[in-house]
């Protein structure tokens, strides 16, 4: 059977394995974690110079071994700062961009319309003063804005019924409005053909695009294309012109903003989420020294086979929405995984709580025995070393301490005097008054005596009608003279006996300790015996 300190020793063993083993798991898994994180971060390059720049950074940080956690913390810190700076500066594009297309809403209301024309537009304006549209709303106003602009250009200059034919805002309408051409009073034939341009009309459209292609917040990779399309209207486009550029700012708009990456915005945020969650349940099952070893193997198993089926899929290089749709349900599965682990983990320490409990509960139980143990034995030894009829310091408790004082004398070598006083006469009182009465003069004159010496002097009753003083830092005069006050005390001290005064003295021998003489002699040979021998007297 093993004992206590073995049984101890192999659990402290078994905890050390378990430790090592947790450690060694979560290596693997911050590793697994980095390989994810590197992807993302090359996934998501492109969208801003200044976060391109430090994601590279982050991107060489991760390929280093044994990558700086401090660094990487700064990293990602001053990545999460671009990511907030990227979302302000969207903010204030969006903004930009809305207060544009106000006032192209504006600068059409300024025509003259008819009512239910300016009614939409009116509509539209309110929408857009609402700032609920994102970027991504940028196609679907621009879309209405253009209807809008196609039907109003159509009210200020109608074709000529006569003629029957279509002018380039009607090819334009029949490009943007979302109205079929008939719905204005024209047939696919009219629109086809071609006449001369309304020149201001044409100008005033080609400053609200020029205004508004300005004010595009494209990524910098369109501005070669945008500066193109400035040029094409500072050159003054006509109406061919006109309608292509509106076109292609309609496309750059959708491919800047287009929904792919919008989704994958989306997605990389909730990847974000999802690992930011793992890593939390790494975290506490870190935190959790006393976790299974089959809990973890499992869930080590499984994690690994997740990510692995992870990898494979990202390396396999699919289009976005397969990868999406792979590494969602991957990391279900991990979160699944980790749930059973942690479902398994809070029942195994809901019991391992309750074994703790019944084992606190029991030790709690042995401190209070040990307490209550340690308090009697502090009670014996007091009484051991006390003396039972007049509660002083008894021959034992003398003795150490005249052991101490002792040692103390011949470390200072400080004056150290010892008196012993005995009770005159204490046999004449026990034949006469009883060893009751003799009982109660020793208590009194013991009491009397203890509270007359200074603090540091030391009282014990040696035995009988004998008590011996230990006097440290007083010589034999500064010592006598103490004593002899306590003589004079006890003689005063008022005895009744038998209605009678009974006067009780007390003699006094005593020496200071120096070099050559003994302890012995000093303890059982008081030298110098009291200046006034007392006496027992009857008085009456
Ligand atoms: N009542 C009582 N008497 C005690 C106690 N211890 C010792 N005695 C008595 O004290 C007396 C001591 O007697 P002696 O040694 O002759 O001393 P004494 O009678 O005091 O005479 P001197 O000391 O010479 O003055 C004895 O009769 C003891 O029985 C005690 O605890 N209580």
């Not at 005593?510 to 027992?536: A, D, F, H, V």
Request: charged share 25%; net charge negative; proline share 4%.
């Amino acid at each position: 059977m093993l004992s206590e300190t073995e049984r101890w020793r192999q659990k402290y063993f078994d905890q050390l394995a378990t430790t090592e083993q947790e450690e060694t798991s979560l290596r693997n898994r911050m590793r697994t974690l980095e390989r994810l994180l590197f992807r993302v971060t090359a996934a998501v390059q492109g969208v801003d110079s200044e976060l391109d720049c430090e994601l590279l950074e982050l991107h060489a940080l991760l390929q280093q071994e044994g990558t700086d956690l401090v660094v990487l913390d700064t990293l990602v810190k001053q990545v999460e700062q671009s990511v907030q700076g990227l979302d302000r500066r969207r903010q204030r594009d969006t903004e930009t961009v809305l207060g544009t297309l106000c006032s192209l809403v504006d600068q059409l209301l300024g025509c003259e319309l008819p009512e239910s024309h300016k009614a939409a537009l009116v509509d539209l304006g309110n929408r857009l003063q609402q700032r609920v549209a994102g970027l991504q709303r940028y196609p679907v106003l621009l879309a209405e804005y253009g209807r809008l602009q196609a039907q109003a250009l159509q009210q200020i200059a109608p074709p000529p019924p006569t003629a029957r034919k279509a002018g380039f805002l009607d090819r334009f309408f029949s490009r943007v409005a979302l109205d079929s051409p008939e719905h204005y009073g024209y047939t696919a034939g009219d629109l086809a053909a071609t006449d001369p341009e309304p020149t201001a009309i044409v100008d005033q459209l080609s400053a609200s695009l020029r205004s508004l292609v300005e004010q595009l917040p494209l990524p910098g990779a369109m501005h070669a294309e945008l500066s193109q399309l400035k040029s094409r209207l500072d050159a003054g486009a006509d109406s061919e012109a006109l309608l292509d550029v509106f076109d292609a700012v309609v496309d750059l708009v959708l491919s800047a903003l287009g929904r792919g990456q919008q989704e994958f915005e989306l997605f990389l945020q909730s990847l974000d989420e999802r690992l930011n969650g793992i890593q939390q349940v790494l975290d506490r099952s870190q935190a959790n020294h006393s976790s299974s070893r089959n809990n973890n193997a499992e869930l080590q198993h499984a994690v690994r086979r997740h990510v692995t089926n992870l990898q494979a899929s990202m390396q396999a290089g699919p289009d976005v929405e397969s990868l999406m749709s792979t590494v969602n349900s991957n990391l279900d599965s991990i979160l699944d995984s980790l749930d059973r682990f942690m479902q398994k983990e809070a029942e195994r320490e809901q019991s391992a709580d309750a074994q703790l409990g019944e084992l606190q509960q029991r030790l709690s139980q042995m401190e209070e025995d040990s307490r209550e143990l340690q308090q009697q034995v502090i009670r014996e030894q007091q009484r051991a070393l006390t003396d039972a009829l007049t509660g002083l310091p008894n021959r034992v408790a003398y003795e150490q301490r005249a052991q101490l004082e002792l040692q103390r004398w011949d470390r200072n070598r400080c004056p150290l005097t010892v008196a012993v006083l005995d009770i005159d006469k204490l046999k004449a009182i026990n034949d006469e008054y009883g060893h009751l009465a003799g009982d109660k003069v020793i208590q009194l004159i013991s009491k009397e005596v203890a509270s007359l010496l200074g603090e540091a002097d030391f009282i014990a009753r040696y035995g009988g009608e004998e008590f011996v003083i230990l006097l440290p830092e007083k010589d034999l005069a500064a010592a006598a003279q103490a004593l002899e006050k306590v003589q004079e005390q006890v003689a005063r001290l008022p005895f009744h006996f038998r209605n009678q005064r009974v006067r009780i003295t007390v003699s006094i021998g005593l020496c200071e300790m120096y070099q050559g003489r003994s302890w012995w002699m000093c303890s059982t040979k008081p030298i110098r015996p009291c200046t006034r021998p007392s006496t027992m007297a009857a008085t009456g």
